[in-house]
């Protein structure tokens, strides 16, 4: 097989199709209200297209607002709007298990199987004693509406008639106790194909919420608000290998001496493994190959360890044995021709081809 067909870039990258980033939330960043926010309104009342999954009810910041409900300042702090010229203020943690929830609107029901990014950002308000710790979202069938304040736990909903859901954790590109600026939270995940509606709140009772201080004990008047902005829901392309084409897990997965896969490379496995998941008939070859520095049985020796670990992640996730070989060689095929023993750090990569299944 000639290296002339080889795929150098992230297997992410590589699509079935070509998608645009359009954003499926309505009014995800509340810009788009029916009047300024003067007093204690009920939010719902005064932006289009959000609702509220219980009897609490939210706050809205504006710069057209007044002095307690304007922005930057308002009664809970000060932030400018991550975009825009207006967010919302939530209660995660308080007293007798008071939460406070958005319920948004997908602009069309999202499709079984495929692949979806979320994102948002936050912000902790200065008034708050207490931070959380992580944060999630859950995705819905039908707007809910319960006639109380207090915790949507999954039992909760459970006695809700004719509704599915399912919860998606979220992961934060810094600390969300962060009160200087906007953290932003993001998932990916598969739809199940029922979903048009996102709640956005504490899903936890007090007791059982995890806290960014858990050896402080709170008090009753302890509490923890969080300004909300600029949610963002976009289809990802489903990932797709043609067969008997060489691609390139990662240029570098590892260490120049080392065999354990990086956060990237185990991102991307988890990638591949969907693939082989979704497609029986397809096995998979894993060549691993190193730099020229050292030995030539020690850089097949390391070659066949990476790949091995590819292999081993793989079948740890439940690709069966037959369905994945592997093999190191070494530095016995670089990228491009190159002088003997020359600085070849970029050689080091695993590479893998998706082939016809031949179930021995």
Not at 58 to 77: I, R, T
Request: glycine fraction near 6%; aromatic fraction near 12%.
């Amino acid at each position: 097989m000639g290296y002339r067909t080889l795929f150098l870039f992230s297997v992410s990258l590589f699509v079935s199709m070509t998608l645009s980033s359009q954003n499926l939330i309505l009014n995800p960043g509340f810009e788009n209200y029916s009047s300024c926010p003067y007093s204690i309104t009920s939010m719902d009342v005064l932006l289009e297209e959000i609702s509220l999954p219980t009897s609490s009810s939210g706050d809205y910041f504006h710069e057209c607002g007044s002095e307690d409900f304007s922005v930057p300042s308002n009664f809970k702090g000060t932030q400018k709007a991550s975009e825009g010229s207006g967010y919302i203020g939530l209660y995660f943690y308080a007293l007798n298990n008071y939460r406070e929830y958005v319920q948004l609107n997908t602009s069309k029901k999202l499709r079984e199987k495929h692949p979806y990014k979320i994102s948002l950002q936050v912000s902790l308000a200065e008034t708050s004693t207490l931070a959380m710790k992580n944060m999630s979202i859950l995705l819905m069938n039908k707007k809910i509406k319960v006639p109380n304040s207090t915790v949507l736990t999954h039992p909760r909903l459970d006695l809700e008639e004719n509704v599915e859901f399912h919860e998606v954790k979220l992961r934060a590109d810094n600390s969300i106790s962060e009160k200087e600026g906007w953290v932003t939270l993001s998932a990916e995940f598969d739809a199940k194909g029922f979903e048009t509606q996102i709640i956005f709140g504490n899903f936890q009772t007090n007791e059982d919420t995890p806290l960014s201080q858990p050896d402080k004990r709170p008090l009753s008047s302890d509490f923890s608000y969080y300004f909300v902005d600029n949610f963002m829901l976009e289809e990802l392309p489903r990932v797709n290998y043609e067969k008997d084409k060489i691609y390139v897990l990662e240029q570098n997965p590892f260490d120049p001496k080392g065999y354990e896969l990086d956060a990237k490379a185990v991102a991307d496995i988890q990638k591949i493994f969907k693939f082989l998941k979704e497609n029986a008939e397809v096995q998979m070859k894993i060549t691993g190959h190193s730099d020229n520095i050292g030995t030539t049985e020690y850089n097949k020796f390391i070659s066949s360890l990476r790949a091995r670990a590819v292999a081993l992640h793989l079948k740890k996730l439940g690709i069966a044995d037959d369905r994945i070989v592997w093999e190191g060689v070494g530095d016995t095929k670089p990228l491009k021709s190159r002088t003997p023993r020359a600085n070849g750090f970029e050689d080091g990569r695993i590479e893998f081809v998706m082939t016809k299944f031949e179930d021995e």
